[in-house]
């Protein structure tokens, strides 16, 4: 399941650079995301194997599975709603050509068409336009990006969450992040005045970030979800380090964990903080 994360995430973060044409490297992850359309029987069973397993280690008896399957069936959605997405990446961004006009000049001592009339270019250099579609592409392209990146860090959170089954404490962040950028995008759709252009011209963008905006939701329902498991799995809770609540700014050497013991009784560990590896 971990791996269904990463290829979403890879997506999703490379989905900006590549609406917007903005990187020509590995187009791998565009089609790495399939793998997870067709996952259901593959986690159904594996879920099934390890219920049946003796408890061992991190996962013991009523170990919470069926919250995997929740997971697994919230993560298919987000693999959907990115095969709809993929379909407007083949959109190309048009620019009209315009050339001043021609005049044709005929001499008086000549009638026409005893002698054909010259022809003389006015103007030679031609005005390019942008069309709608692509004038509304580049006015919502800041919070865009940005929607596709912060739901990339949510879901390689996430997918490191699962992994080693610790509570996904800075995903909150993430996700905030990508609701205030679906508020500039609101923004900006409003001051690029909308319906001043032709409809059928900008509704493959309308779509496209739309689609966006219903994987940010379900990328939230996911984080839910994996919240539920990890207080059922009684996953480590190392909290959001003081040092990102501050902005970067380092104010303790230390961080405190309390975690429960086989017998139930809270320990505290103290960790130094230049040692704590979070991804």
Same mark, same amino acid.
Not at 107 to 133: E, F, K
Not at 157 to 172: D, H, N, Q, R, V
Not at 215 to 226: G, L, P, Q, R, Y
């Given at each position: 399941?971990?791996?269904?994360?990463?290829?979403?995430?890879?997506?999703?973060?490379?989905?900006?650079?590549?609406?917007?044409?903005?990187?020509?490297?590995?187009?791998?992850?565009?089609?790495?995301? #399939?793998?997870?359309?067709?996952?259901?029987?593959? !986690? !159904?069973?594996?879920?099934?194997?390890? &219920?049946?397993?003796?408890?061992?280690?991190?996962?013991?008896?009523?170990?919470?599975? #069926?919250?995997?399957?929740?997971?697994?069936?919230?993560?298919?959605?987000?693999?959907?709603?990115?095969?709809?997405?993929?379909?407007?990446?083949?959109?190309?961004?048009?620019?009209?050509?315009?050339?001043?006009?021609?005049?044709?000049?005929?001499?008086?001592?000549?009638? &026409?068409?005893?002698?054909?009339?010259?022809?003389?270019?006015?103007?030679?250099?031609?005005?390019?336009?942008?069309?709608?579609?692509?004038?509304? #592409?580049? /006015?919502?392209?800041?919070?865009?990006?940005? *929607?596709?990146?912060?739901?990339?860090?949510?879901? #390689?959170?996430?997918?490191?969450?699962?992994?080693?089954?610790?509570?996904?404490?800075?995903?909150?962040?993430?996700?905030?992040?990508?609701?205030?950028?679906?508020?500039?995008?609101?923004?900006?759709?409003?001051?690029?005045?909308?319906?001043?252009?032709?409809?059928?011209?900008?509704?493959?963008?309308?779509?496209?970030?739309?689609?966006?905006?219903?994987?940010?939701?379900?990328?939230?329902?996911?984080?839910? /979800?994996?919240?539920?498991?990890?207080?059922?799995?009684?996953?480590?809770?190392?909290?959001?380090?003081? *040092?990102?609540?501050?902005?970067?700014?380092?104010?303790?050497?230390?961080?405190?964990?309390?975690?429960?013991?086989?017998?139930?009784?809270?320990?505290?560990?103290?960790?130094?903080?230049?040692?704590?590896?979070?991804?």
């Amino acid at each position: 399941m971990y791996l269904h994360f990463t290829e979403i995430n890879n997506y999703v973060i490379g989905f900006g650079d590549e609406y917007y044409r903005t990187s020509n490297g590995d187009k791998s992850f565009l089609t790495a995301y #399939k793998s997870v359309l067709n996952s259901k029987g593959t !986690e !159904e069973s594996l879920t099934t194997f390890a &219920w049946w397993e003796i408890g061992h280690g991190k996962f013991r008896f009523r170990h919470p599975w #069926k919250e995997y399957l929740k997971v697994g069936v919230y993560t298919r959605k987000c693999a959907y709603h990115i095969e709809t997405l993929n379909g407007h990446l083949e959109a190309k961004d048009e620019v009209i050509f315009s050339f001043g006009l021609l005049d044709f000049i005929t001499p008086n001592y000549c009638y &026409w068409p005893l002698s054909p009339p010259i022809i003389t270019l006015t103007s030679v250099t031609p005005n390019l336009t942008l069309s709608a579609h692509s004038k509304l #592409k580049e /006015a919502i392209k800041e919070p865009c990006m940005t *929607m596709s990146s912060e739901v990339g860090k949510v879901l #390689k959170e996430l997918g490191s969450s699962l992994k080693l089954m610790i509570y996904p404490s800075s995903s909150a962040v993430h996700i905030k992040n990508c609701k205030e950028a679906v508020e500039e995008l609101n923004t900006a759709l409003r001051a690029s005045m909308v319906a001043e252009y032709d409809i059928q011209e900008i509704i493959p963008v309308i779509a496209a970030t739309s689609i966006l905006v219903e994987i940010i939701k379900c990328v939230e329902t996911i984080s839910e /979800a994996i919240e539920e498991l990890s207080k059922q799995a009684h996953f480590l809770n190392i909290g959001l380090p003081q *040092m990102l609540v501050n902005g970067g700014e380092e104010e303790e050497e230390s961080i405190t964990i309390t975690v429960l013991s086989n017998d139930g009784i809270p320990k505290e560990l103290d960790l130094d903080k230049s040692k704590l590896d979070i991804k």
